[in-house]
Every structure is written in structure tokens, then in C-alpha cells.
């Protein structure tokens, strides 16, 4: 797994063989990532990255210059890994907390320019992310939600576009 694009372009990230995590490949992330070069300011973005995993989609937001990172993880051993990956690539402005994303989600006041989310494929309540986190978006915010083919969100009110990238589909949210 590697960075893609940005000032760390080509940096590796190389989680345990017995990592458990799912993280996007690198074919998604560089579809997703060109989309995002054309919507947002990097540089002026607070990202919240729910499940986490190995960080990989924090740490592309960091090379390429967002300013406000905040990574949640429940798994003990996934948030150790992404605290010690961030130190090695020298990222200063990443928040990692060990936290489950539904109680946080309850819980947190701060608002976001971008909240992606990638949670397992079979998590139970999947579909009910789109309502839960577009209350944490700044006006004119995205939600990006990566997802299996069998989930559709386009009756959602916030549902702006889906884009597909072999098995991996990623449904955008904008708030109102």
C-alpha cells in the first residue's frame, strides 16, 4: 500500500500481515482523489476519517496539505499503527482516537469539510451513515461513504453522485 499523490507521494505503508483491516486500494484512491482535486481546497479542510483502518486515507488528505485531521479507530492494534505510521511519515495534525465510530459520531460537536467513511462491508447498520454524519458537515460539506455494489443511495435527500472503481463503490453526500 502506498501514497499516492501529494508531498509523501510514494511513501509505503506497511501494515502486520496479521493487520485486520480492509483499506481502500490504490486504484480507488486515485479516482477518489482526482474527484477531490477539482471540489475541495485541500489546504483549507478539516477531514474526519471514520474506521480508519491503517490510516491510508488520512494520510493522503495529510500529503496533500489538510490542515485538521481527525482519524477514529476502535481496534487497539489499528490505532497503535496508524499513531506510529503518522510519526514515521512526520504528520503533526492528525488526531487519532480510539473511539466507535456510532458512539462518536453521537457524541461529537466539531464540524468537518469532509467526513469519509469506509467501514466494514458487512457492518451491521451501514446504511443508516449517511443520515448519522451529515449532521457533522460545515455548510456545503461532503460526506464520502465507501461501500459494497449492494448498497444505493440515491433516494437519500443528500445524496449528490456515486462513483465506482472495480468492487469499490464511494456514494457523496453534500449538506444543505
Not at 6 to 32: M, S, V
Not at 54 to 64: K, L, Y
Not at 86 to 115: E, P
Request: some cysteine; overall charge neutral; aromatic content about 14%.
Amino acid at each position: 500500500m502506498r501514497i499516492i499523490g501529494g508531498k509523501l507521494r510514494g511513501r509505503t505503508i506497511t501494515p502486520p500481515a496479521e493487520y485486520n483491516a480492509r483499506p481502500t486500494t490504490d486504484f480507488a484512491k486515485e479516482g477518489l482523489f482526482n474527484i477531490l482535486m477539482n471540489e475541495i481546497d485541500f489546504e483549507d479542510s478539516a477531514l474526519l476519517d471514520l474506521f480508519s483502518g491503517t490510516g491510508a486515507i488520512s494520510f493522503e488528505f495529510a500529503s496533500r496539505g489538510c490542515r485538521d485531521i481527525t482519524s477514529i479507530e476502535l481496534a487497539p492494534a489499528n490505532t497503535t499503527f496508524i499513531k506510529r505510521t503518522a510519526k514515521l511519515l512526520g504528520i503533526n495534525n492528525i488526531h487519532i482516537i480510539r473511539h466507535n465510530v456510532f458512539d462518536f459520531v453521537k457524541i461529537c460537536t466539531k464540524k468537518f469539510d469532509i467526513v469519509f467513511a469506509d467501514p466494514p462491508y458487512s457492518l451491521n447498520g451501514l446504511e443508516t451513515l449517511p443520515e448519522s454524519c451529515i449532521s457533522l458537515l460545515k455548510e456545503n460539506g461532503l460526506f464520502i461513504l465507501e461501500h459494497p455494489g449492494t448498497f444505493n443511495f440515491d433516494s437519500n435527500p443528500y445524496y449528490y453522485k456515486e462513483k465506482k472503481y472495480g468492487n469499490v463503490h464511494f456514494s457523496f453526500f453534500k449538506a444543505k
